[in-house]
């Protein structure tokens, strides 16, 4: 994700900023940079195969430290992939 961040702040700084995206990207930027995120995104929500770490984090993490991952970090990666991908990236 921090490589499909940077190349889209070199090409544009304009979505990180305002959300929204000032010119089109060509199809092939727009797919490697969806894609980018894509991965960063599937990490983090419980996507299979890439949530494996998941189940170890939630067994060994005391009672609050679950509940911040689940209520948090999963929810704001799955508000991450439909503003990634509905409001910058919706030809990818």
Do not use: C, D, N, Y
Request: charged residues 5%.
């Amino acid at each position: 994700m921090l490589a499909s961040l940077v190349l889209l702040w070199w090409g544009e700084p304009g979505p990180l900023l305002t959300g929204t995206l000032t010119s089109e990207l060509s199809a092939g930027a727009s797919l490697a940079l969806a894609s980018g995120f894509a991965l960063a995104f599937a990490v983090k929500t419980p996507l299979l195969p890439f949530h494996t770490w998941l189940f170890r984090a939630h067994a060994q993490a005391p009672v609050g430290g679950s509940v911040l991952l689940a209520g948090l970090v999963l929810k704001l990666s799955a508000w991450g992939i439909a503003l990634a991908f509905l409001s910058w990236f919706p030809a990818a």
